[in-house]
């Protein structure tokens, strides 16, 4: 057994041994973060001088180490205070949300009592309504001798779990440190990838790996990162995935490495949304609608001992084991997401403003490496998690289906919501407009914030009401609200205008404010990615750490199996496409003749596409073809997909940025060449020429940023689904005579040797 004491926080404590009873996630407005801060302070404040507050407690009980925080202490009454915050009816406030604030109010008494060597004390919980700023306080009188019973009761039930996790680590580094690389050697360019993950993680900072295709970056990153949790002491490794492909491809390289270890050793978890795990999504979540939230707590504990023997949580495996407990499977995943080595999930778990995985890491003073596959991504992905906008055209329907009782409130936010559409004097000119405003209406602001809490109250005042309409807003007004306290330089407040009505956004173009917190709460980050360049670009926009290593992978792959075709004389602008269309489909009829097989050509939009693929069907109607449609479904996109076979013959037509130039695997004489009739640069538009202005004034270079490398990096995403091994062969064809620039091809692989 390690000598180490387990550290444990007091809400962990007793959330582990003294919670019971039902889920219970029925939609009531809560006091939001700064809500229940100011909560806080306001009780505090009406204490004495001699109050203290935010007192630090710990305590030993055998191998446990227990930490907390008491909200306060009042030496005058021997009185210590736990203070929570609330709206609405005090008597909703469930039993057994009640039961869990009192333990925790009684460990830290019992801590204050050793510490201040007090033989007795008044314990206190302070409820605080956050709209009507009263108190409800419950006090009770405790002996030191029993608040020390019951320290020792919930201690004991946790510490027979805490001996087993000990076991477990222990027993993880071990083997971890023995763990051999699952294959015989690694290959080329996945031993430089995995040497500089595991030395990021030596040296406590973050790394940018810009790794092709085909070296086994899954494996690459998690062997280093799993030999790194028994050398430096990491409790936890996130893979964040952009898309289910790249969590399943972690999983499997789980599976490989597992293979190699004994029994549970290392126990991995599959995040899933709720939406996807939710047994009943007609219940609401609550003991009253649900037969798995009923009774949830009472059975969880056999539920997570049943977990802790599976090494592998995937979707369908603990799906199982919840419904064999009868517990609901989204909320045993985020139980053992507190109990897993090893979790896999999307960005948003551990970047998006409520993230998961981020909040349990400073709650539980996590010390993690994080794994960010197909960091190409996180640009786009980032900037949508802190974005918001709101409708003027759903607005005015939930002003038709509201309650009387909020009327006032919501034509007080129209009339605000008219002055700014009025704002511009070309509206009698134009019917649609596109304006961006150097600040947030304040005015508009406060009229939405007085409007939310009117609804907070009518909702608390309801609670069996059912308004999804109005819910729905509610939940986006409060977003926006909460994006307008961070606004800043790192983002634009614009307003679309169109005779329909105007839509309000709150948009972010540089995610790194947002970030960098999410960073520096990590040991090591290691982002990876076929197309990471120039790296700057992401440090810049990602809010990389100053000390952020960066490693250019060697490819597996040589020009030998790859011919590059740059076709100079073809024009892709807009301006010029009628006049590319025959080139493109001759040039593409010549291939396909000169080297019959399965084909892919990109073009930048769906109409282009369609314009295309009309004129070479028209004048080759001998070849085959299939085509990416708009809003294609699972089933669809696996259909397209399944004309890529070892003996298709044919081309598929897709859109450049789709589901089909990233993310899709198609081997060996299943696909050996692509067109790309693009340079994949984002629509000249008012909102990306706001960005390229942004972007010029923050980092001095507004093209580059905005258009140039997020369009060469879907052109190298794109090509790079033709040479997937090193026995592949192939031929692409960069239709663009910009392709010619010396600017433009330094930003390609440079394996390609143009």
């Known amino acids: 057994m390690s000598k180490s004491p387990y550290i444990v926080s007091v809400r962990s404590l007793v959330e582990f041994a003294a ?33 203290q507050r935010e007192v630090r407690l710990e305590g030993r009980f055998e191998e446990l180490w227990i930490k907390g925080r008491a909200d306060g202490f009042d030496p005058d009454l021997v009185q210590i205070e736990e203070i929570k915050t609330y709206r609405g ?27 201040l060597e007090l033989p007795e004390m008044k314990v206190a919980l302070i409820y605080y309504d956050v709209d009507k700023q009263t108190e409800t306080p419950m006090v009770e009188s405790y002996d030191s001798a029993s608040l020390a019973s019951f320290f020792r009761q919930l201690c004991e039930q946790f510490l027979r779990w805490a001996k087993q996790e000990m076991a477990h680590r222990e027993q993880r580094d071990r083997v ?73 491809l972690a999983l499997n390289a789980i599976e490989n490495l597992q293979e190699k270890l004994p ?35 009472d059975r969880l504990p056999a539920a997570r001992e049943a977990a802790t023997q599976v090494t592998i949580l995937d979707q369908a495996k603990l799906r199982e084991l919840a419904l064999a407990h009868q517990v609901c499977p989204y909320y045993l995943s985020t139980e053992m997401a507190k109990w897993s080595d090893v979790i896999i999930g999307d960005y948003n778990y551990y970047f998006d403003l409520n993230a998961m995985l981020y909040g349990l890491t400073l709650s539980n003073g996590w010390k993690i490496g994080l794994l960010v596959d197909e960091a190409h991504n996180m640009v786009s992905r980032a900037r949508a998690m802190y974005t918001t906008e709101l409708s003027h055209v759903r607005f005015k329907e939930v002003r038709k289906q509201a309650p009387t009782i909020l009327k006032k409130a919501l034509d007080r936010l129209h009339r605000q919501w008219l002055t700014l559409e009025k704002s511009d004097d070309t509206i009698n000119k134009h019917e649609n407009r596109y304006l961006v405003h150097a600040t947030l209406p304040d005015k508009f602001i406060k009229a ?26 509610y939940f ?10 961070s606004f800043g330089e790192h983002s634009i407040f614009d307003i679309n205008t169109s005779k329909f009505g105007s839509v309000l956004c709150i948009r972010n173009i540089v995610p790194a404010p947002f970030l960098q917190p999410r960073f520096k709460a990590t040991h090591t980050s290691a982002l990876f990615s076929a197309t990471l360049s120039p790296w700057n670009y992401y440090s810049d926009l990602l809010g990389m750490p100053d000390n952020t290593a960066w490693v250019d992978v060697e490819s597996p792959f040589n020009a030998e199996q790859l011919t590059v075709h740059v076709v100079g004389s073809v024009s ?56 990416q449609t708009r809003r294609m479904d699972e089933s669809a996109k696996n259909n397209f997909l399944a004309n890529f076979t070892e003996n298709s013959q044919g081309i598929g ?48 270079t507004g093209h580059d940023y905005t258009y140039l490398y997020p369009g060469l990096q879907k052109v190298v995403q794109a090509a790079g689904r033709v040479i997937r091994t090193t026995s592949d062969r192939g031929v692409i064809y960069l239709i663009d005579d910009r392709f010619k620039q010396t600017q433009i091809q330094e930003l390609l692989p440079r394996w390609w040797q143009l």
């Open 19 to 51: 919670k019971q009873g039902d889920l219970d996630f029925r939609f009531t407005p809560s006091p939001s973060g700064l809500e229940g801060i100011e909560g806080h302070n306001q009780v505090t404040s009406r204490r004495k001088a001699s109050y």
């Open 448 to 473: 939405l914030a007085s409007l939310c809490g009117e609804i907070g109250a009518y909702f608390v005042e309801h609670p069996s009401t059912i308004n999804p309409l109005l819910q729905d807003f």
């Open 263 to 297: 029994g549970t050793s290392l126990r991995t978890l599959e995040l899933v949304s709720k939406n996807n795990a939710c047994e009943y999504p007609e219940n609401t979540c609550h003991g009253d609608s649900c037969s798995l939230a009923k009774g949830f707590y």
């Open 176 to 248: 971890l440190r023995e763990m051999p690389l699952p294959h015989t050697s690694f290959r080329v360019g996945q031993r430089t990838l995995a040497e500089a993950m595991y030395k990021a993680s030596n040296r406590a900072c973050c790394l940018l790996a810009q790794a092709p295709t085909g070296i086994g970056k899954t494996i690459g990153s998690l062997f280093p990162m799993l030999k790194a949790s028994a050398e430096h002491q990491l409790d936890k490794i996130f893979f964040l995935a952009a898309k289910t492909s790249g969590r399943q």
């Open 572 to 627: 892709t602008r807009y301006a010029d496409r009628q006049q590319s269309l025959a080139p493109i489909a001759e040039l593409m009829a010549t291939q396909f003749k000169e080297l019959p097989g399965a084909y892919l050509a990109f073009f930048s939009s769906f109409d282009y596409m369609d314009q295309v693929a009309s004129l070479f069907q028209e004048r080759f109607p001998e070849a085959t073809v299939w085509k």
């Open 89 to 115: 009816d005090f008597q909703s406030i469930p039993d057994n949300h009640r039961q869990l604030h009192w333990a925790q109010a009684k460990i830290y008494a019992h801590l204050l009592c050793l510490k």
């Open 653 to 700: 037509f897709a859109v450049l940025g789709g589901a089909f130039s990233e993310g899709i695997d198609l081997p060996g004489s299943r696909l050996i060449g692509a067109f790309i009739a693009t340079l994949g640069l984002p629509q000249l538009n008012p909102i990306n020429e706001q960005i390229k202005q942004r972007m010029q004034h923050l980092f001095g």
């Open 476 to 485: 986006d007004a409060l977003l926006f609200i909460r994006l307008s306290e």
